[in-house]
């Protein structure tokens, strides 16, 4: 499924299928940056802040 999921974040372009994750599972926010292919979880963190103009875990506080 991860894969699947990988493959619709290179596709789509944008950032919607780790929001999802965030919103939808319990994986850790640094198991979801290595879902969708960053190698360092501090990378995932200023890209996602780039684009949601929000850290993953606000995103996900914010969510529920």
Sequence with gaps: RVA??????NTEGHYTVPAQLLEQTEMSIDEIASAVGYKSPS????????N??????EYRQHSN
Aim: proline share 5%; charged share 15%; glycine share 4%.
């Design 4 to 9: 699947k999921l990988m493959s619709q974040l």
């Design 43 to 50: 990378g995932f963190h200023r890209a996602f802040f780039k």
């Design 52 to 57: 949601f103009s929000c850290t993953p875990l």
